[in-house]
């Protein structure tokens, strides 16, 4: 019998002709028994019912709910879509920088905001029952996916919770842990999507289908990639398109009725430029009618900012761009201007939006076409290929539910693309979630407020990241007994009449280096070996080797005087030469290769490859052939007295016996890496805190006593800054006198504190800033040697190099200016300017009844003195 409350809930959604999906349906029963969820089902499945059906619960049973997104924009969403429906009283927003109505029955915030609400016990959290947690795979983020873990492991038992997904390939992993640390948590996954989505490859003006009728690679792309790679010459090559290209294909698109779309560059200078080019060839996508709709918005955006601030953000020409039906969207964009795409582009005034990968972070903007330019995106460090994660949540956005009947996803074409590769990315296929939790300083602190330090540890074994490692050491101390039990296999097989082989080989492995002339003389004694193997490799046998520092395993096809020719377990075809081998070609046994089929194909030489591999499968896990990329070197004899006295070393045999001890050797090495990681992963994270607070005792803001650790002098100030150079900023904090900074220069200093490589590291000129910047750099350099002892790694650099820009801006500088003064574009800087805000709030608590107090309240409230924050 269905509870009333959600009878009601599915009649709403019914009477706007919203039928619920089953998985819905499964996890709004889920949580109405009081269990928590966990949902995993695509991008734009409706997750978002299952997360205001928690709003419903809440308000109907006098309970609040804190419903949380991974960052600031999404918030804001979320916030505004809240509250159209249920009124502004009942919805309040917390982000750090920003408050409204934080007695509301329905709070959204930042994770992070949660994170220290649950940690100093705020009042905001004594009647919470629901929280939820948005995109609850960003426990896999490097940067915030430590905050995710603190809040689930932090969250009282009376709380449900429910966590929204995309899809993963572990959510039973890790709902697993949520049951261990939370109790009762219902697993429901969907892989359905509401639209269905066909992928298609756009090559010049053809849209060629990426998939044929068996689901691989469709023949009539294959042959149009064959065919242009013929024509084309190498200069041709370049995957970058040009002006021509990108309006070619929104004539394609917009032909095949395919428009709206976003186009992903991961370049914010190709978005901007690409907008640019399409107004410089006058192209209009836009009806009068929708032209009139959006002047109207853009007008109610004009009249927020001065006239300085339009000029420095070029306000007017990105409106003559969204005007025409097209613009930008990235983190260096105004973020009003940002919301202002995003609205557009909801209501349907758009036709296309060039993108950078933030927008596939969450925020709700389908379209009916997503167009990817490029397979590969830039990480902060370089370009690197898009992982199947990555590329299946990018063009999730394809397909607006209840508007279009099919999604479509397309990628441009170029004579690099691998129609397979290509494939395998887009079938759905996703990467397993990873923890990435670290106890940061913060954590330490917080976690010992109220806690002896057996309990504060005892937290890190409940974390993800433990549970994981807990899952990986079961496996590696299964392989580690298969190792044992072929180590077995091999000393009963290694016999010597002159003496106990087994112990002169382990003897030789261990006495180490041999002497110069003796490591020549096997070198030179290995080189023979080589080419005696790779002269005598017949056909039809698999071999193992070392090429080019790759152990590689291969069946040889044919030979001939000088080359042998070899199928890899890729299902690669090569010529290889004596001069490639870094190594013998170990036999591992008889292959028959298939008769009647033609090696061309290759769907061919991928079932040979696979069959390869099942061959050699146990061999690779235990590593028995990875001594094949050692130096030559460990065939010398060492140089010791007992070794050159061992009763086996005058054995005729030696060689011979040598030889066969290999895979002893190997898997000798091989077991003492794997107990030397099974240390390493048992109660690691605990270890972790241990190394952490070692740190903070060495620094005293901890005491370490005879039977506990408690907090110092210090420790309630350190608890309050959320910030990742956290200790950084608590040791600068302190060595400060009063009157040393204004509020102005206070805002500057703040800033050095952030972490953001865009602030830079240049010396700032402003008031005292210059030699608090060097105070700074040397408290940060005195960190890094401590932590270093300590093998840890928590403090990141000092960024003072816009310290006199911030200081300037609390000063009463335009925008103009201080985009001029750091080189920055207007969203850097207003996304940095936030952050300031939100960190010299926390100081404000955290110097609490001192001076300090007071000229951080100051610099906060100039900071905010604009319609811009």
């Not at 306000?315 to 005007?323: K, V």
């Not at 800087?829 to 110097?847: H, T, Y």
Request: charged share 25%.
């Amino acid at each position: 019998m269905l509870d009333p409350l959600f009878s009601n809930y599915a009649d709403r959604y019914r009477a706007r002709g919203i039928i619920l999906d089953p998985f819905q349906i499964e996890a709004c029963e889920a949580l109405g028994r009081g269990h928590d969820v966990l949902v995993s089902a695509p991008t734009g499945s409706g997750k978002t019912v299952v997360a205001h059906y928690a709003v419903e619960l809440a308000l109907a049973t006098n309970q609040r709910c804190v419903y949380t997104a991974p960052i600031k924009a999404l918030s804001n969403q979320k916030f505004a879509e809240l509250r159209g429906m249920l009124g502004d009283e009942t919805v309040g927003l917390l982000t750090g920088d920003i408050t409204v109505n934080r007695e509301a029955p329905i709070l959204v915030v930042t994770t992070e905001v949660l994170r220290n609400m649950l940690f100093h016990d705020a009042p905001e959290v004594y009647d919470v029952g629901y929280v939820v947690l948005d995109e609850v795979h960003y426990l896999a983020d490097p940067d915030r996916g430590p905050v995710w873990e603190e809040v689930i492991l932090s969250l009282p038992p009376h709380v449900r919770l429910v966590s929204l997904s995309a899809t993963v390939a572990n959510t039973e992993e890790v709902a697993g842990w949520m049951r261990s640390v939370r109790g009762a948590t219902d697993l429901i996954v969907s892989s359905m999507r509401p639209v269905p989505l066909d992928q298609h490859v756009i090559l010049g003006r053809k849209l060629l289908p990426l998939y044929g009728p068996e689901g691989e690679a469709s023949s009539v792309l294959r042959n149009a990639l064959t065919q242009r790679d013929r024509h084309n010459a190498p200069r041709d090559r370049s995957p970058r398109l040009g002006d021509a290209d990108r309006r070619r294909i929104i004539r394609t698109l917009e032909q095949r009725d395919m428009l709206p779309a976003i186009e992903f560059i991961f370049s914010r200078k190709g978005c901007d430029l690409a907008v640019t080019a399409l107004q410089r060839h006058d192209v209009w996508l836009t009806t009068p009618a929708e032209q009139r709709e959006i002047r109207k918005e853009i007008d109610a955006v004009r009249q927020t900012l001065s006239e300085s601030d339009r000029r420095a953000v070029r306000f007017e020409s990105a409106a003559n761009g969204l005007l025409r039906g097209y613009g930008a969207h990235h983190a260096g964009i105004l973020p009003a201007l940002k919301s202002l795409t995003e609205r557009l582009m909801d209501g349907g005034l758009l036709r296309i939006v060039y993108a950078t990968g933030t927008l596939a972070l969450g925020i709700d903007m389908p379209v009916r076409t997503v167009v990817l330019e490029e397979l590969q995106r830039w990480n902060g460090e370089g370009f690197t290929d898009l992982t199947a994660t990555e590329y299946t949540q990018l063009i999730g956005r394809a397909g607006r539910r209840g508007k279009d009947k099919v999604g479509y996803g397309v990628v441009v074409g170029n004579n690099e693309l691998d129609p397979y590769a290509l494939a395998d990315l887009g079938s759905g296929r996703v990467e397993p979630l990873m923890s990435a939790f670290h106890p940061s300083y913060n954590t330490v602190v917080n976690l010992l407020t109220g806690r002896n330090y057996a309990d504060a540890r005892a937290i890190m074994g409940r974390s993800f990241a433990q549970y994981q490692r807990n899952a990986d050491l079961a496996d590696i101390e299964g392989r580690a007994a298969r190792v044992r039990m072929r180590i077995e296999r091999e000393e009963a097989n290694l016999t010597c009449s002159h003496g106990d082989l087994v112990d002169y080989i382990r003897l030789r492995e261990k006495l180490g280096r041999a002497a110069k002339s003796a490591r020549k003389a096997a070198k030179r004694e290995y080189r023979e070996r080589i080419t005696e193997t790779f002269e005598s490799a017949q056909t039809g046998i698999l071999f193992a080797f070392g090429r080019a520092k790759e152990l590689e395993y291969g069946i040889v096809l044919s030979t001939e005087r000088e080359k042998l020719r070899v199928l890899n377990w890729y299902g690669e075809i090569s010529w290889l030469r004596e001069d490639d081998l870094s190594s013998e070609l170990r036999d591992i046994e008889p292959f028959t290769l298939p008769t009647g089929l033609s090696l061309k194909h290759r769907e061919v030489r991928e079932d040979i490859a696979d069959t390869i591999y099942d061959a050699v499968t146990e061999r690779v896990e235990l590593g028995i052939d990875r001594d094949l990329l050692g130096s030559w070197a460990r065939f010398a004899p060492p140089r010791d007295r007992a070794f050159a006295e061992h009763p086996v070393n005058d054995c005729p045999h030696l060689a011979r016996h040598l030889r066969e001890g290999e895979t002893l050797m190997s898997l000798d090495s091989r077991l003492h890496e794997m107990v030397e990681l099974s240390e390493s992963f048992t109660d690691s994270v605990g270890k972790d805190f241990d190394r952490t607070a070692a740190v903070l005792v060495e620094l005293g803001l901890l005491r370490d006593n005879d039977d506990d650790v408690t907090l110092g002098p210090g420790a309630t100030t350190l608890s309050h800054l959320h910030v990742d150079n956290d200790v950084l900023l608590y040791g600068c904090l302190s060595q400060l006198s009063e009157g040393e900074l204004d509020g102005p220069s206070m805002a500057g200093w703040a800033s050095m504190f952030l972490g953001e490589d865009r602030l830079g590291t240049r010396q700032p000129t402003w008031g005292t800033l210059p030699h608090l910047a060097n105070k700074a750099r040397r408290e940060a350099d005195f960190l890094h040697g401590l932590e270093h002892r300590h093998e840890i790694v928590r403090t990141g650099e000092v960024t003072p190099g816009c310290s006199d820009v911030f200081a300037a801006w609390s000063s009463g500088a335009t925008l103009e200016d201080c985009l001029a003064m750091s080189h920055m574009v207007a969203g850097d800087f207003i996304n940095a300017a936030r952050r300031v805000i939100d960190l010299l709030g926390q100081i404000v608590v955290a110097g609490a009844d001192t001076w300090i107090e007071d000229v951080a309240r100051s610099a906060l409230d100039s900071m905010r003195r604009s319609e811009l924050f």
